[in-house]
């Protein structure tokens, strides 16, 4: 079984803007890979003027919400840096099957790469104590409204992404099944820098003995 990757583009985000934005992407990707029956839901983004869908399954909003918290962690201890977070969907199989071995392996047939660059909010190093003139908060806000808007698109240009690769890489996906595929959510701990997670990532790859590329 062949192991497809998508690497998405790039985007640059503040702290601030992270759950939206990994909610928008991670739930585009389940609702484009689920073949089971769901009741699918319409949700409007915080901050950005964007309408993605969720499968309306509680237990994977959850699942979905606590990454991205730790992923937020880990974004709040490692300020500036780019790093990545990977879904992926594999099969489980039995490694020997025998009378006396159940054991299973991860065989992995798609993984999705979401790339960020998550960048401190400039102003933010000033004291408590400092009062911005009230022209320049303005500005502020108009710089942040500018952004966030350049950003929205960029988003979208992502879950156009999604869309075409879900639609045109099909034939890889196992039989379908009566439930969500299984899968795994990948996200750099608190105690990890970017390069320990991608060789965490590498080792997951190669003991599946699928090729993986860093670029």
Excluded at 86 to 106: A, M, Q, V, Y
């Amino acid at each position: 079984m062949n192991c497809e990757t998508c690497h998405l583009n790039e985007l640059e985000l503040e702290p601030l803007e992270i759950k939206d934005v990994l909610r928008c992407i991670l739930h585009t990707i389940f609702f484009h890979r689920t073949l089971t029956l769901v009741r699918p839901k319409d949700v409007d983004c915080d901050l950005f003027e964007i309408t993605y869908v969720q499968c309306g399954l509680a237990e994977l909003e959850k699942e979905v919400d606590e990454k991205i918290n730790q992923f937020i962690a880990w974004a709040e201890k490692h300020p500036n840096r780019k790093s990545q977070v990977c879904l992926s969907f594999f099969d489980e199989k039995n490694k020997h099957p025998g009378w006396f071995s159940s054991k299973t392996e991860r065989v992995f047939w798609e993984q999705w790469f979401i790339n960020l660059h998550v960048t401190s909010p400039k102003g933010q190093g000033k004291s408590r104590g400092y009062k911005a003139p009230a022209n320049t908060k303005g500005q502020a806000l108009e710089e942040t409204s500018s952004r966030r808007d350049a950003l929205s698109l960029l988003i979208q240009e992502v879950l156009f992404q999604i869309i075409n690769y879900a639609n045109e890489k099909k034939d890889h996906i196992p039989p379908i099944s009566d439930r969500i595929f299984n899968h795994e959510i990948l996200v750099p701990s608190s105690s990890d820098s970017v390069f320990g997670w991608n060789a965490d990532v590498l080792r997951r790859a190669l003991s599946s003995g699928h090729s993986y590329s860093l670029n």
